[in-house]
């Protein structure tokens, strides 16, 4: 098992940027498939970007391409999302998750962390 926790995040204006971290524990880091995803408010949750084992694969939603950057540093059992260019409709609570194969769907992944709420402001 993979214990993860998420940090970085609060409040932005429109055009600002944030980095986010989650620390993962428990288990063989690099094991693991690292993704990151956002919820907002009476939405469903939605895939933003993963990062495969060693970080040689990267796949990104359309919606963030360009503006979002995710990397990996298995020596630190840590995963990062650096969000530039960030818009209000990037408002949502982020949360990193673990799986041990490659995936984009929400429900194929296993482990989770417990969230960090990110608000831009216009």
């Known amino acids: 098992q993979v214990q993860l926790v998420e940090s970085g995040g609060g409040l932005v204006q429109a055009g600002g940027s944030l980095r986010l971290s989650c620390a993962a524990s428990g288990d063989t880091f690099s094991k693991y498939v690292m993704g990151w995803f956002r919820q907002a408010p009476g939405k469903e949750r939605e895939f933003v970007v993963a990062?495969?084992?060693?970080?040689?694969?990267?796949y990104y939603a359309d919606s963030v391409k360009g503006r979002f950057t995710i990397s990996r540093d298995n020596a630190k059992n840590t995963v990062y999302l650096q969000m530039n260019s960030l818009k209000p409709e990037d408002t949502a609570v982020y949360y990193c998750?673990?799986?041990?194969?490659?995936?984009?769907?929400?429900?194929?992944?296993?482990?989770w962390g417990q969230g960090t709420q990110v608000t831009v402001s216009s």
């Open positions: 990062i495969s084992w060693t970080g040689g694969s990267l």
């Open positions: 998750a673990a799986d041990r194969g490659w995936s984009v769907e929400v429900t194929r992944y296993k482990y």
